[in-house]
């Protein structure tokens, strides 16, 4: 029988011992390169009612400080809930960001549409750390998700509703994120929450204008009526800036005063905002909903 010697194994040797070495790190690169995951007790998505101030006085964060809550912040300016129709593409722009786009790839685990997102402006400078931590978010181990989407759809004349409940309509997008985000965690809370009011210009309200695809007021409609049929909580915000508020110098703010243009809030319309979310909050914790 011929023998094998040592200097005949040393390539084998060497080459088993490559593969071990090669499998360990691409094994850790895997650990430790990628995003870790978490839940959240609440987890926010919005448009710039939300996300206006990127400060310790942005909505989210005057929410933590008043319920000490774990509220984690997804929200983009600009941003609406349907596809948009300037293009039936998933290359529009406004459809990067769009909350079926980010359901769906919460839904899918494939955020690459979202991350090849490139900021357009100083308002959108927050965008790509925003992005980043989608990958680092655990739907499955949420509680609770709000989601403020409405304005936008408005503005960009969204259809409101479609006969074959398109993604392209309103109602038909919000319809396919709630079964996104129940496909993901059968027992999250999911919270639809209205915009406040808005201002065409200072003193006439937006309620009965119409961009091209309906007034304010049928969209609200609809959002809540959707709510309602899907099962869903839904947060009348509409009213919140009519209540007056007395700053410490006497100014009584009330209506347009709570915004810095008639849509998005100044710091007392950030205030009101986060007063409201947080009461609702907890008392609903209270209620064990």
């Known amino acids: 029988m011929k023998s094998i010697s040592v200097k005949n194994l040393i390539p084998w040797i060497c080459g088993a011992v490559l593969a071990v070495v090669l499998v360990l790190v691409s094994f850790l690169i895997l650990r430790l390169g990628g995003p870790e995951k978490q839940g959240h007790h609440v987890v926010v998505f919005g448009d710039s009612i939300i996300s206006y101030s990127q400060d310790d ?14 509220v984690f912040d997804l929200s983009f300016g600009g941003t609406q809930m349907a596809l948009s129709l300037e293009t039936e593409t998933l290359g529009n722009k406004r459809n990067y960001l769009c909350m079926y786009s980010i359901a769906q790839a919460f ?24 992005i980043a931590q989608f990958e680092t978010v ?5 509680d609770i998700v709000i989601i403020e989407q409405c304005l936008n759809d408005y503005h960009s004349r969204t259809p409101i509703t479609s006969d074959d409940g398109s ?7 919000l319809t396919a994120v709630v079964s996104y985000m129940r ?15 808005k201002w065409i210009e200072e003193g006439a309200e937006a309620d009965d ?13 609809a959002q809540r009526r959707t709510a309602e049929q899907l099962g869903v909580e839904y947060i009348d915000m509409t009213g919140i800036y009519d209540e007056e508020y007395i700053t410490e110098s006497g100014e009584v ?3 347009y005063g709570y ?28 209620d064990g909903k």
């Open 138 to 142: 655990d739907l499955a181990k949420t």
């Open 167 to 173: 993604e392209y309509s309103y109602t038909g997008a």
């Open 209 to 221: 204008h119409d961009f091209g695809s309906g007034t304010l007021e049928l969209y609200l409609d």
């Open 57 to 70: 006085t942005s909505v989210v964060n005057m929410i933590i400080a008043k319920t000490g809550m774990d």
């Open 253 to 255: 703010i009330t209506g």
């Open 107 to 130: 839904y899918t685990g494939d955020f690459s549409l979202q991350n090849s997102y490139v900021p357009v402006d100083i308002t959108t400078d927050y965008f790509p750390d925003r």
């Open 183 to 197: 496909s993901i965690n059968p027992d999250i809370r999911i919270i639809i929450l209205s915009p406040t009011k």
């Open 259 to 286: 915004t810095v243009d008639g849509t998005h809030p100044n710091i007392y319309g950030r205030e009101a905002i986060s007063d409201f979310i947080s009461d609702y909050l907890k008392e609903t914790e209270d």
